[in-house]
């Protein structure tokens, strides 16, 4: 359930929002000032927030500040001012989209419903970036997890760090002495029979037949690279 943050001073204009984005579905969290907003959007899990301009202890720009210093998670301002200079200094500061009261409630439903929309491929985009597909392999850099044919493989760390460099250059043949030095770093003290074994472990793990591997494959006399090999 998607929990939106409602921000304004006037307490009837939070509970009305209240009453309509719950009928919709959405968990509420309320705030009658920036200060109290951006304080709950630190302690709360908060898809979208809906905030006043023009508000006591701190105003809707300055929590915009704020809120953007940590988080990019939607706002969209809530202003009784029609002035474009207004709108324009929200829309700077980052936020994401505004309305003028008085507002109709279609209104911000819809708009509501378009960030979100949004927002959700703009997360499917960046969770397919960072996941990497070979065949029936399947490597979550930012989870640091692969899986074959569904199958999750247990990697040491340095293992995964070896694969996910080989399969983000496909065809790139790497010498041992250049895998040293990007996985393990220049000071690392051991020599290159420290990449061996771990490809040959990596092999283990991955291939189905090591000694015919599908995935990491050797350059005689030069080094390791990545090809999906049927």
């Known amino acids: 359930m998607y929990n939106i943050l409602v921000c304004d001073d006037e307490k009837d204009i ?63 301002l809530l202003t009784a001012k029609s002035e474009d200079t207004d709108k324009i200094l929200g829309l700077s500061v980052g936020a994401d989209d505004y309305i003028t009261k008085p507002f109709n409630i279609l209104e911000v439903k819809a708009r509501i419903k378009a960030i979100m929309r949004r927002t959700q491929k703009e997360k499917k985009q960046e969770e397919r970036s960072n996941t990497l597909e070979a065949g029936d392999m399947r490597l979550d850099c930012e989870g640091r997890r692969i899986f074959i044919a569904g199958k999750e493989i247990n990697l040491t760390a340095k293992e995964f760090d070896v694969l996910e460099l080989l399969v983000k250059n496909p065809n790139k043949v790497y010498s041992r002495e250049n895998l040293l030095n990007l996985v393990w770093g220049y000071e690392y003290p051991g020599d290159v029979r420290t990449v061996d074994v771990h490809i040959r472990r990596l092999r283990e793990k991955i291939e189905t037949t090591p000694s015919n591997p599908k995935y990491v494959h050797t350059k005689w006399g030069v080094g390791y690279y990545f090809q999906l090999t049927k």
Do not use: F, H, W
């Open 14 to 76: 939070v509970e009305a929002l209240g009453i309509y984005l719950s009928a919709e579905g959405y968990q509420v969290t309320k705030a009658y000032n920036g200060q109290e907003a951006c304080e709950k959007l630190k302690t709360g899990d908060v898809q979208l927030v809906l905030m006043d301009i023009m508000m006591p202890v701190m105003d809707g720009i300055t929590a915009m500040n704020e809120i953007r210093k940590t988080s990019n998670v939607p706002v969209i």
